[in-house]
């Protein structure tokens, strides 16, 4: 079948660093997606990763390993702001097809 | 650029009457998603469109639930009867090449 696997939730403080794990099971694994979502918007795109390797926007990181069936989403310098739920994403049938994780809610403290 | 539209943004309706939603993808995307997140749940997949064809409607939970994509530009959901457990986010999706989904702000049902 396919799935993903994340936690539910993270407490991190402001300013520190927060590393949100995701593992997924799929066959025709095309690549991984993080979003983030605030209460009562819409999902926002943060990252792709099709490659093996980490990709580096900002304060934010993704991470992804192929072999391990495996990313993370990495945010740095938290901020109030960032308190939301933080979504991985596997393309599959060809890239065209998108399917979610749970989601991981992250609450930043002061 | 217009990002993706959706109407109405809320609905508030009874058991077994019928909604009808609707998305504006952004111009030129072929492909259109829906998605339905149930209150603190995960972001469930229902159907994907390539232009006006249905590519995968695995998701749809069963056949109260009807959509369709005319000319392949805006899309409908239609939910006939509604039931209790159909109230949740509605939200449809466009992209064109695939790995970038850009989400619409979601329709909020709520089936009493």
């Known amino acids: 079948g396919q799935s993903l696997e994340q936690p539910s939730e993270v407490t991190a403080v402001e300013g520190a660093i927060v590393q949100i794990n995701c593992t997924y099971q799929?066959?025709?694994?095309?690549?991984l997606s993080w979003y983030q979502q605030h209460d009562g918007g819409a999902p926002t795109f943060l990252s792709y990763?099709?490659?093996?390797g980490l990709e580096e926007t900002g304060r934010f990181s993704s991470f992804l390993s192929r072999s391990d069936s495996y990313g993370y989403l990495l945010l740095q310098e938290l901020q109030m702001k960032d308190s939301a739920s933080y979504f991985c994403?596997?393309?599959?049938?060809?890239?065209?097809?998108?399917?979610f994780g749970a989601g991981t809610r992250l609450f930043v403290k002061a | 650029e217009a990002g993706v539209t959706q109407f109405p943004s809320h609905s508030v309706i009874e058991k077994g009457q019928t909604v009808t939603l609707r998305c504006d993808p952004i111009?030129?995307?072929?492909?259109l998603y829906w998605y339905r997140r149930v209150m603190g749940k995960e972001i469930k997949f229902l159907l994907h469109f390539v232009k006006e064809s249905k590519q995968d409607e695995s998701g749809m939970p069963n056949n109260r639930f009807l959509a369709e994509r005319t000319g392949g530009t805006y899309s409908t959901l239609k939910v006939q009867p509604a039931e209790l457990e159909d109230s949740g986010v509605y939200f449809c999706a466009s992209s064109q090449e695939g790995a970038r989904v850009y989400f619409g702000p979601g329709t909020r049902l709520l089936v009493l």
């Open positions: 799929t066959s025709g694994f095309y690549g």
């Open positions: 990763n099709a490659l093996d």
């Open positions: 994403a596997m393309s599959v049938s060809g890239g065209f097809k998108t399917i």
């Open positions: 111009s030129g995307h072929d492909n």
